[in-house]
């Protein structure tokens, strides 16, 4: 696993993330979180990952600070790759846990049953998303 700094990532597939982005880091900024990095334009982008033996680049939707622990966020609304969506998603389960930081998922109305089913399928149920 390599880091790569201030590469080109394409932007999520569905246009609605981006505004659910803007709203998930306002939630987060009342709720303590600091030096939050967001895949959206006016933060900085958090930092990618490459994945080994491929051109996959993985880039967490949101990372941000609170009592000096790192969270990773991600952003759970409806996708037409939910399996490029679950490879992230593991991805970053497991980073967070290699490294003692924090990995959660966020979502909204409308898209709970999505996320419930998505984190059963890859045996991420214990995770309980933030609806916000």
């Given at each position: 696993m390599t880091q790569i700094e201030n590469s080109e990532i394409p932007k999520t597939d569905n246009p609605e993330?981006?505004?659910?982005?803007?709203?998930?880091?306002?939630?987060?900024?009342a709720h303590g979180f600091e030096n939050i990095k967001a895949d959206i334009e006016g933060y900085d982008?958090?930092?990618?990952?490459l994945k080994k033996?491929?051109?996959t680049k993985i880039?967490?939707?949101i990372v941000a600070l609170k009592n000096g622990r790192k969270y990773y966020f991600e952003i759970s609304l409806k996708s037409e790759r939910p399996l490029m969506l679950k490879s992230k998603w593991l991805f970053l389960?497991?980073?967070s846990r290699?490294?003692?930081n924090k990995f959660k998922i966020i979502t909204t109305k409308g898209h709970y049953?999505?996320?419930?089913n998505m984190?059963?399928?890859i045996n991420l149920s214990d995770k309980v998303p933030i609806k916000i």
């Open positions: 993330n981006e505004a659910f982005i803007k709203k998930s880091v306002s939630h987060l900024e982008r958090p930092k990618s990952y033996g491929s051109d880039t967490p939707n389960d497991t980073l290699m490294r003692s049953k999505f996320t419930d984190l059963e399928d």
